[in-house]
Every structure is written in C-alpha cells, then in structure tokens.
C-alpha cells in the first residue's frame, strides 16, 4: 500500500491517547516500532515494512504489511 507520509501522521494524530501501546500489545510488539511505523524515529527491535521516500505532501510511505494500519483504522472506528 502507498500511502503519504502526512496523510498517515493525520491518521496517528487522531488515534486516542494509548493507542500506540494498545496497537503494540495486540500484536505483540513493541511500542516504539508501533511509533515508527508512523514515521517516529525510535530505536525499536523489530523492522515492520516501512519506506518513507521524500517528495510533496511529506512524501511517500510504502507499506508492506497493512496490519498496523487496520488496527489504527479499527480503533478509530471504535471512537466514532
């Protein structure tokens, strides 16, 4: 998936506080490469499939697994 690299931040900042530690527990990773994963620059254990290329609008985020992505979308859904 090709995504913007402000479109996902948009999609980070409006996840509710925990949401990252949320994300992390149940999927038994660690918190700081749920952070990366939407362009933190944390020191994590474990690589999740990120690109980031610059370019306009923040540039381009290339995702090679979804599954951090649809649980964010999961939780936002929750919180309507």
Do not use: W
């Not at 980031?52 to 999961?74: C, K, N, Q, S, Y």
């Amino acid at each position: 998936m090709i995504i913007t690299f402000n479109e996902l931040r948009r999609i980070k900042d409006k996840l509710p506080s925990g949401s990252s530690q949320r994300i992390a527990d149940e999927l038994g990773l660690d918190v700081e490469t749920i952070r990366n994963y939407f362009g933190g620059k944390h020191e994590a254990k474990e690589c999740v499939g990120v690109h980031f290329e610059p370019g306009p609008d923040g540039g381009i985020v290339t995702l090679d697994d979804t599954t951090i992505l649809e649980h964010a979308m999961r939780i936002l859904n929750e919180n309507k």
